[in-house]
């Protein structure tokens, strides 16, 4: 054991000693986190603009925008109809609400009107609008149907006053009845937590596929056969490494925590379920790096194939933008990428402020790739060597 320390604290002086190291470690992730930080964000400053144009200028059409006035995503304004145009064009507006005349009597006849919602090109904050409107018209139709048969029950009671009720009440819907929504309950990471997540993550793989080099430089300049004729064991040699890129894991994920704490005020939750889930994660991309450091015969290869599998399974995983503004099947196939999973982890315990328990399925299927690509990786070692 002392063997393997000795080559983990000579690897870590030695990758750590390089300037350039800490471009990757720090530098980049902090400069990605600031440029991409609010962009899913919760502040009013990074809001939606959205204008409406009430056609139907009804109760109900007045309550709707009423309740979209709440949505702290929005910042909503109603507009006629020519200057919610002239705004859209001027792309000084993220899109346009049209609630169209009949709205009022189609929903009391028990009917489905729709919001027309018009969007700029290619923007993602769509989804959460539509997500927004979809919502709150099922509120409101549960609501009138409420109202509209209390008002029948009691022969007295005007409709609009007892909705007028429902909709005021604290929960939205009174004691009448109760809207439960399945993303109610699903908290998300706000814009800078998000990005503080994901890009420590992208950048840990990307300094992990760097240090792992140092076993393809060692293999091709016959340091790695001359130490095989020490007294130190194969089993050593490889111990020493993997710890070292565990521990320089460990030291980024760990100044990019403490900075974004103090300078992004990001709060990364329980640190018992924080430093398993890291763990987890680390042993996950040290495997990734070690695998794909036996495969390739040159460091070049090595920084070739890595960026491009990093890259391509951080879009998929969600490190850059949230998996709920993809398609389904996009969904689907992000649970065969560990990023992913790392990210239901953070946002367990940030956003949910989750424990342990709370994350066992993240961090058993993180544990679950680590296995994985270690065992390839070490039998790779074992049978090149």
Request: a positive charge; one cysteine or more; hydrophobic letters at 45%.
């Amino acid at each position: 054991m002392r063997k393997a320390l000795s080559v983990c604290l000579f690897e870590m002086k030695r990758s750590l000693s390089k300037p350039s190291a800490y471009i990757i470690m720090i530098v980049m992730p902090i400069i990605f986190t600031l440029l991409f930080g609010s962009i899913f964000g919760q502040d009013s400053s990074q809001a939606i603009a959205i204008s409406v144009v009430d056609k139907d200028n009804s109760h109900l059409s007045k309550s709707i925008i009423s309740r979209l006035h709440q949505d702290a995503t929005l910042k909503v304004k109603e507009s006629s109809n020519k200057k919610a145009t002239e705004l859209f064009k001027n792309h000084k507006i993220d899109g346009i609400i049209t609630i169209e005349k009949g709205f009022q009597d189609k929903i009391t006849a028990g009917g489905n009107p729709t919001l027309s919602f018009q969007h700029q090109p290619g923007a993602s904050s769509s989804i959460f609008v539509k997500q927004s409107l979809n919502q709150e018209m099922e509120r409101m139709k549960l609501q009138v149907v409420s109202a509209l048969e209390w008002s029948k029950a009691s022969n007295n009671i005007n409709w609009k006053e007892m909705f007028d009720k429902i909709s005021n009440s604290k929960d939205g819907t009174g004691e009448l009845t109760k809207i439960v929504s399945p993303n109610d309950k699903k908290k998300t990471l706000s814009g800078m937590s998000y990005s503080s997540a994901g890009f420590s993550i992208m950048f840990v793989m990307f300094m992990m596929m760097s240090v792992t080099g140092v076993i393809i430089e060692a293999k091709n300049s016959g340091v790695w056969s001359r130490l095989l004729t020490t007294s130190i064991t194969k089993f050593q040699l490889l111990l020493g490494y993997l710890l070292a890129f565990f521990l320089i894991g460990w030291v980024q994920f760990a100044i990019l925590m403490t900075f974004s704490s103090f300078v992004f005020h990001v709060e990364w939750g329980n640190i018992i379920g924080l430093i398993v889930l890291i763990s987890a994660l680390l042993l996950c991309v040290v495997g990734l790096g070690l695998a794909i450091a036996t495969i390739v015969k040159t460091t070049e290869q090595q920084t070739a194939i890595g960026s491009l599998i990093i890259v391509s399974t951080c879009m998929l995983g969600g490190v850059y933008w949230p998996l709920s503004v993809v398609p389904n099947i996009m969904q689907k196939i992000a649970n065969f990428v560990p990023q992913s999973w790392a990210m239901k982890g953070f946002t367990g315990l940030i956003a949910e402020g989750g424990t342990l328990p709370d994350i066992l399925q993240p961090v058993t299927i993180l544990l679950g790739f680590a296995v994985v690509f270690l065992s390839f990786g070490l039998f790779r070692v074992r049978t090149s060597s």
